[in-house]
């Protein structure tokens, strides 16, 4: 069974970072394509940020430029660091697979960008 765990939100001011972890068991997490998704208050959850097998990346066109996704593979591990948050960057942020079948999701570790 796949599980997923995010850590590393929480509050920061504008202009702030913050690293994210997403740690994985029960898949093949080194030939997998992940990603980072986040869901606002009253909005969709949409996908921020992935990374492929060989370590490709995209990301949208509202964080690129501010946050970098990677991965360690070894220790079926990936992060996110964000920098320059701003108050719209707020929200519940999500690991999960991308393409195909997504796994259960975690529960999510909140980022909440305030002064």
């Known amino acids: 069974q796949v599980q997923l765990v995010e850590s590393g939100g929480g509050l920061v001011q504008p202009g702030g970072s913050l690293r994210l972890s997403c740690a994985a068991s029960?898949?093949?997490?080194?030939?997998?394509?992940m990603g980072w998704y986040r869901q606002a208050p009253g909005k969709q959850r949409e996908l921020v940020a992935f990374?492929?097998?060989?370590?490709?990346?995209d990301y949208a066109a509202s964080v690129k430029g501010r946050f970098t996704i990677s991965r360690d593979n070894a220790k079926n591990t990936m992060y996110l660091q964000m920098n320059s948050l701003k108050p719209e960057d707020t929200a519940v942020y999500y690991c999960?697979?991308?393409?195909?079948?997504?796994?259960?999701w975690g529960q999510g570790t909140q980022v909440t960008v305030s002064s």
């Open positions: 990374i492929t097998r060989s370590g490709s990346t």
């Open positions: 029960g898949i093949i997490f080194s030939i997998k394509t």
């Open positions: 999960n697979l991308v393409g195909g079948s997504l796994a259960s």
